[in-house]
């Protein structure tokens, strides 16, 4: 069989822990809970993908995704290797699956498991909601959530909107809410009068306004007189 030349081969891997319970620490990859479960993964899958693999080099997990337990993960190999080898990690997983429940009382499906080459879309292994799009960085390959307009990722959470994170973002009393592919707004207006200024903290008024524009047709007209004049 050909082999990828060059590089070590990637291979991504996904399966659903349908025993195990979802939370959203999960999304904090610095949250103890996080850890715990990642190490937990790894000391499991790390032997057992060794003792089956040649070459195999370490285990990356990627992230968590809601769904029972989603584990999403990336493995490489130290030297190239055959590009049938999603073929045999796939076995080798399917395998794993089988016995996980009896050793290590995990209840994997798997008809969840799906194993791509290196060529697959990274960002088919991201967990990015519904107020995110996954960018894939064309000089590292590596992907990542980007939030739209508006949204924040706080601790590794799921983006967010800014109206919710601070609750002080409009002042004046103004009412925060997002407009999509522009951000956050939060200005109040009235019949004749209105707040403006990114967090809504300059009044401004319909005399006020008047009262400018008087005076800068008033300041045009006597430059104006001036000029003819002489």
Known sequence: LPENPGRALMVFFSLRVTNMVFSEDLFNKSSAEYK??????????????????SHFENLEILN?????????????????VARAVTSTVYLILEDFCNTAYQTMNLAIDKYSLDVESEQADPCKFQACNEFAQCKVNKWSGEAECVCDAGYFSVDGLPCQSICELRSDFCLNDGKCDIIPGQGAICCRVGENWWYRGEHCEEFVSEPLVVGIAIASVAGFLLVASGVIFF
Do not use: C, D, H, T
């Not at 715990?36 to 693999?53: C, D, G, K, W």
């Open 64 to 80: 968590f995704r809601n769904g029972s337990i989603v584990v999403n993960s990336r493995m490489k190999f130290g030297k190239p």
């Open 36 to 53: 715990a479960l990642e190490q937990r993964f790894i000391e499991l899958l790390v032997p057992y993908l060794q003792s089956n693999l």
